[in-house]
């Protein structure tokens, strides 16, 4: 009896793959739609909360649309250049920048603004953040802890577009809930290491089968619950507790570094960037033979980490010494 779980056959990442004109539609895209939408609603419960209000000034619907507007637009700028100048390794983008936003491919073919990195889309929005609130004159601390609750549980449907779309898939492993996603690498039947996976998973190779797709972990969905989820209710759990402005933000990015770190052991590395730092000479990148093996997603992770504890500190200080000089 197989213990692995076929990817879906009934999934597709078009949302009508029959139809011409609708084909165009794709999961991945209504992904980003619910989780924008699901982080404007958030945001808008919690300035109806008052959370984003002060002594001299309320929170209003435009100021809300604007201030998300804003980010959205940073965000999706940083996380396609971020994507197409970090994780590209062809070079393509480098001699043909104007492709960067170009939605079709050489072919003609429309594909979407295929690849987005969430560590652009990070950047990119904070900066936007930053830089309304400071056009419009409003407390950057108090409304970026805001949206990082927001974007934490709109962060889940980005991970579950992956999942639709069959990407972004984890390494081979033997647990029972290891998924055979089709577009995975295969491998020759007649290696040892597959045929004694392949055993496990219960997989049958019949007689002449030149080339075996092994279970793989379904890393979209660990981000999905971990970063989204579970850092979502992390945060909401601490926001009337939090101590002074900019906690929540410094707690969402030490969070979020420290989580996807961690499912990064689960997830494959891009294949053409490897490991970063690897201890095993070639190291295939779709098996763990190293926890000392770091991804380039794992050094912005413990970047973010850093960095957030940084902020914690600098936050912590400066709320400090606010107080003093209001007593």
């Known amino acids: 009896m197989p213990l692995a779980i076929n990817y879906p056959s009934w999934i597709h990442p078009e949302i009508f793959p029959n139809v011409p004109i609708l084909s ?22 919690l300035m109806k909360k008052g959370v984003l209000n002060t002594k001299d000034y309320t929170a209003t619907e ?16 940083g996380a396609r250049v971020f ?47 930053i830089v309304w609130c400071l056009w419009k004159k409003r407390p950057v601390l108090q409304w970026i802890d805001a949206m990082v609750i927001a974007i934490a549980a709109g962060y889940t449907f980005g991970r579950l577009g992956n999942f639709l779309n069959g990407e972004l898939f984890g390494r081979v492993t033997t647990m029972p809930w290891g998924m055979i996603f089709p577009n995975a690498q295969k491998f020759s039947a007649s290696i040892p ?33 971990f970063e989204g989820i579970v850092l979502c209710a992390i945060l909401w ?18 969070g979020y570094g420290f989580f996807r770190f961690i499912i990064e052991y689960f997830r494959e590395p891009d294949i053409d960037l490897g490991y970063r730092i690897a201890t095993v000479e070639d190291a295939p990148t779709y098996l763990n033979l190293s926890l000392l093996n770091i991804s380039t997603g794992q050094i912005f992770c413990l970047g973010m980490i850093i960095a957030g504890v940084i902020a914690m500190i600098v936050f912590y200080i400066l709320a400090k010494r606010k107080k003093v000089a209001e007593a």
């Open 83 to 129: 994507s197409t100048l970090v994780y590209d390794t062809s070079g393509l983008y480098r001699q043909k920048p104007w492709l960067i936003f170009w939605p079709f491919n050489e072919s003609g073919q429309f594909t979407g603004l295929a690849g987005m990195s969430y560590h652009g889309g990070f950047i990119g929005g904070l900066i936007g953040m």
């Open 193 to 225: 290491w597959v045929q004694e996976i392949a055993t496990q998973a219960g997989i049958v190779i019949e007689e002449g089968q030149r080339l075996v797709n092994l279970p793989r972990h379904p890393s979209q969905l660990y981000e999905a619950f």
């Open 237 to 254: 759990l601490c926001l009337k507790r939090k101590p002074f402005d900019g906690f929540l933000a410094s707690l969402y990015t030490i």
């Open 24 to 45: 165009l539609l794709r999961w991945y895209g209504l992904m980003y739609v619910f989780a924008f939408g699901t982080a404007f609603f958030i945001m808008r419960h």
């Open 62 to 77: 435009d100021d809300l649309f604007s201030f998300f507007t804003t980010g959205i637009i940073f965000l999706l700028i």
